[in-house]
């Protein structure tokens, strides 16, 4: 074999390693961003099972300003800060409520929206208050913020049984089907299903307890939440943010 031949065969045995090594490096470019994609009218798919929603869109518009290309990957939402912490997904958004316990294993950016966790029960319900609840069947989504609101409020212990669901659509439709007597659940995402089904359900006027909502990124990368930070305060100054939470909410929700 001619010493060029041999050489030509090292040199192709080399670079086939160095990309086999490099196959499965990070693309900076891109921002892989961990949803629930049934959370409406934050993320979930559409008639078209296309992916929208107001953090959809306010992701896109922040991984923009970033210079990046958002991607969204839809995760078990009970196991978010697992799939973060393995580098599996750079950002957990979609509405992903601020809370103490969290903070303690993720970065947060500053809140961008209020929320609250209210109690949905069927229009001609007679259940009119917190305290009704007792002796009753009582669903809400697992590991979710609602989960936190409700273990906090004393009404808990009156409850004949709490259900957990993998996400909120299941819980309403064993709300809507008699299963249950109430559901736990974010206001945006209740005041989304009221709309699109009126006569359906009704709120009760306590709430259980006031949120808001940031985007968690891993400990250790101050980097990413300080360029991330940057983005979403630049979408605040030249109005974006407010035009997608009038498109999502009819008015500008989003938090200064």
């Keep these: 074999m001619k010493k060029t031949a041999l050489l030509a065969i090292i040199f192709g045995m080399i670079m086939t390693v160095l990309a086999g090594c490099s196959g499965g490096a990070k693309d900076d470019n891109k921002l892989v961003i961990g949803i629930d994609d049934k959370f409406a009218p934050m993320g979930f798919r559409d008639d078209k099972n296309q992916l929208v929603g107001f953090d959809i ?141 009126p006569g359906t359900y009704k709120l009760l006027d306590e709430s259980l307890a006031p949120e808001q909502y940031g985007v968690g990124v891993k400990k250790g990368n101050e980097k990413l939440l300080n360029e991330l930070q940057k983005a979403l305060d630049e979408l605040n100054q030249d109005g974006t943010a407010a035009e997608i939470s009038k498109k999502w909410f009819g008015v500008d929700k989003v938090l200064k």
């Design 57 to 197: 869109d306010y992701a896109r518009a922040a991984a923009k300003k970033m210079g990046k290309e958002a991607v969204f990957q839809p995760i078990d939402w009970s196991a978010k800060e697992s799939e973060l912490n393995s580098g599996r997904i750079d950002l957990i958004w979609n509405g992903y409520t601020i809370t103490d316990e969290r903070k303690k294993k993720v970065l947060f950016t500053k809140p961008y929206l209020a929320n609250s966790q209210v109690v949905v029960v069927p229009a001609k319900s007679q259940i009119t208050k917190l305290e009704d609840l007792a002796g009753k069947q009582v669903g809400l989504q697992s590991l979710s913020s609602a989960a936190d609101a409700l273990n906090a409020n004393p009404v808990k212990s009156k409850i004949a049984k709490v259900s957990e669901y993998p996400d909120n659509v299941l819980a309403l439709t064993d709300l809507k089907t008699g299963r249950l007597d109430a559901v736990v659940i974010d206001e945006v995402v209740a005041r989304y299903y009221m709309a699109k089904e």
